[in-house]
């Protein structure tokens, strides 16, 4: 892709004031600005990455995690490309979405090195990986392994969890597994703020009994209705004034805005979640 250079129209004053207050900053590890997982506009992502790209950094988003990660690029760009991209774009591409196996994770970590990212996570488990306890207890050998390697390249690893990991497998939450398994100076965990909400456990809950090993947030609600369908964050039914004031507590260092499913606009969506974590931040 040959190099474009693209103007920032109507969002420099957004940006510029996107640092928190002193009153939540105080209760961070470090000074975060707000994010956006890319898996919510995948499909605008997938038509015209450049100007969906556009839009999301005119509504204020200043740091991006990918999920378009495949054979060396970015959403069909090579890494140094996609990441000027973003980065002309007044916006930081700090973490990514990747399938892991052992075949391409050199690849996988070159890759990442020339875009930029920090933080690799993996999203998601097949049934197979997570058949029974011990699964998940491979799982864990795995993720510090993989863990290991980040740490010799400069970044580090994440694991993403949904609903599944914490039904309750042999008398134990795999979850608590996962977590009582890996190494914390290798991996750190992407918690989903609504799917263990969904799953009936309170994050809160888990800041306290292992706090510092949450670097990374997904930030999404639930609808109070009774569907607990996803909605726009400040929406639903999850307290984040309360959620953000464990934010130290809980070791978090970066959160994105994500929603899976969108019934309306998608750009509508995002810019509903930005303002309301806008206003009580």
């Avoid at 760009?77 to 979405?97: K, T």
């Avoid at 050199?106 to 020339?114: F, G, I, M, S």
């Avoid at 009774?226 to 070791?251: C, H, N, P, Q």
Wanted: proline share 4%; net charge negative.
């Amino acid at each position: 892709m040959k190099r474009r250079t693209f103007l920032r129209t109507g969002s420099a004053g957004l940006i510029a004031g996107m640092l928190l207050p002193e009153r939540i900053l105080a209760n961070l590890t470090a000074p975060n600005q707000i994010g956006l997982q890319l898996y919510s506009v995948r499909d605008e992502m997938a038509k015209d990455p450049e100007a969906c790209l556009k839009r999301i950094s005119g509504i204020g988003y200043t740091r991006l995690e990918a999920a378009g990660y495949e054979d060396r690029q970015f959403y069909g760009m090579p890494p140094g490309d996609f990441r000027q991209l973003v980065e002309e774009l007044g916006m930081r591409l700090v973490a990514s979405h990747v399938s892991f196996n052992k075949d391409n994770m050199d690849k996988v970590l070159e890759a990442h090195r020339e875009a930029g990212i920090k933080y690799l996570v993996w999203p998601w488990l097949s049934q197979e990986q997570r058949s029974d306890l011990g699964s998940y207890r491979d799982i864990a050998v795995k993720c510090n392994a993989i863990g290991k390697m980040c740490k010799d390249n400069n970044m580090k690893f994440g694991y993403h969890n949904h609903d599944f990991e914490f039904q309750e497998m042999e008398g134990k939450i795999p979850y608590d597994v996962l977590l009582d398994e890996t190494d914390p100076e290798l991996v750190c965990m992407e918690i989903d703020l609504y799917w263990i909400t969904f799953a009936g456990k309170d994050p809160k809950k888990y800041f306290e009994k292992y706090p510092g090993r949450f670097h990374l947030w997904h930030v999404k609600d639930m609808a109070g209705d009774g569907s607990r369908d996803m909605t726009e964050v400040g929406s639903g039914m999850i307290d984040y004034k309360e959620l953000f004031g464990m934010a130290s507590v809980s070791g978090m260092k970066e959160f994105f805005v994500e929603q899976d499913t969108i019934k309306g606009n998608v750009f509508e969506s995002v810019q509903a979640s930005y303002n309301y974590i806008n206003s009580i931040l």
